[in-house]
């Protein structure tokens, strides 16, 4: 079992920057892969980036390519998603989640209580 707490969304201008954390607790942090997901109003929960276990690879959703960056720092337990170049449509509650290597949230037992991201145009 792990608990994942997610910290760092909030309100921001268009073209500004973020950076979100999520802070792991309870089993070996640095044997799950990660991912992060949103989800805005009267839409699904989406994928938006993945790490595996040792940060050897990363996979992004194709709207995010290019300005968000997943990272993580195993010997602090922590998840990170930078996010620069902001844009109202990334407006949503930013999730972090672990388990498995994947893109589809149905591969996660794990997930965070979420964090409210705004980007204003």
């Known amino acids: 079992q792990v608990q994942l707490v997610e910290s760092g969304g909030g309100l921001v201008q268009a073209g500004g920057s973020l950076r979100l954390s999520c802070a792991a607790s309870g089993r070996s942090f640095s044997s799950y892969s990660m991912g992060w997901f949103r989800q805005a109003p009267g839409k699904e929960r989406e994928f938006v980036a993945a790490i595996s276990a040792s940060s050897g690879n990363t996979y992004y959703a194709d709207s995010v390519k290019g300005r968000f960056t997943i990272s993580r720092d195993n010997a602090k337990n922590t998840l990170y998603l930078q996010m620069n170049s902001l844009k109202p449509e990334d407006t949503a509650v930013y999730y972090c989640?672990?388990?498995?290597?994947?893109?589809?949230?149905?591969?996660?037992?794990?997930w965070g209580q979420g964090t409210q991201v705004t980007v204003s145009s």
């Open positions: 989640a672990g388990d498995r290597l994947t893109s589809s949230r149905y591969g996660y037992n794990y």
